[in-house]
Nanobody, 130 residues
């Protein structure tokens, strides 16, 4: 059974850092692109970052996290990461990992569209507060 499980969320002060992990099981990561989404209370879910399936992957970021967040993948360990630095209160949300089958080298135009994704995790809560 294909499954994604997020971890690494928690409470952090503004300016702090967290690293989220998305552990995949039941399939090989080699042929899947991944995305991270988030949903804040009372708001729509939005795309944060995505990464292609090829090798280490080519990343893409939403403007509001550029320079602060880094997405990466470790196919050997079946894990995708989201390193989050300089966190702000507006980053408070449930963060979701998602995956879709893809060989494409450029997924920027659609990787923040939820319907693109075949598999979703249940999310991990990130709270940024002093």
């Amino acid at each position: 059974q294909l499954q994604l499980v997020e971890s690494g969320g928690g409470l952090v002060q503004p300016g702090g850092s967290l690293r989220l992990s998305c552990a995949a099981s039941g399939f090989s990561l080699d042929y899947y692109a991944f995305g991270w989404f988030r949903q804040a209370p009372g708001k729509e879910r939005e795309g944060v970052s995505c990464i292609t399936s090829s090798g280490a992957g080519y990343p893409h970021y939403a403007d509001f996290v550029k320079g602060r967040f880094t997405i990466s993948r470790d196919n050997a360990n079946s894990t995708v990461y989201l390193e989050m630095n300089d966190l702000k209160p507006d980053d408070t949300a449930i963060y979701y990992c998602a995956a879709f089958w893809s060989f494409l080298a450029n997924i920027q135009s659609f990787c923040f569209t939820e319907s693109t994704y075949q598999y979703w995790g249940r999310g991990t809560q990130v709270t940024v507060s002093s």
